[in-house]
């Protein structure tokens, strides 16, 4: 069993920046595969991010590379999502979602995942 809590939204004006955190309980952290996804008002959860359990491997989606960076420390059950010049779209919930993987791939569809955070809100201000 795996909880994971996320942290690190608010407000934020565009082209600003944000890091997510997001803490995962349990010993076996280090072989979840990790993602990022969000859902805006009326609008379906969409994928944003994922990682393998080692870091190595990421993917990111279209609407946001180059602006969002996935990343790990596995020391501090912790994933992180950096998120550079935000924009007023960008507003959403952003969950983070775990899988267990010790082989080493990720999912970038949320139904793969089998545990999943509360959310936090990230609001972007035009």
């Known amino acids: 069993q795996v909880q994971l809590v996320e942290s690190g939204g608010g407000l934020v004006q565009a082209g600003g920046s944000l890091r997510l955190s997001c803490a995962a309980s349990?010993?076996?952290?280090?072989?979840?595969?990790m993602g990022w996804f969000r859902q805006a008002p009326g609008k379906e959860r969409e994928f944003v991010a994922a990682i393998n359990w080692s870091g190595g491997s990421t993917a990111h989606a279209d609407s946001v590379e180059g602006r969002f960076t996935v990343s790990r420390d596995n020391a501090k059950n912790t994933v992180y999502l950096q998120m550079n010049s935000l924009k007023p779209e960008d507003t959403a919930v952003y969950y983070c979602?775990?899988?267990?993987?010790?082989?080493?791939?990720?999912?970038?569809?949320?139904?793969?995942?089998?545990?999943w955070g509360q959310g936090t809100q990230v609001t972007v201000s035009s």
């Open positions: 979602a775990a899988r267990e993987s010790p082989g080493g791939s990720y999912y970038t569809l949320g139904r793969r995942y089998d545990y």
């Open positions: 349990g010993r076996t952290f280090s072989s979840y595969a």
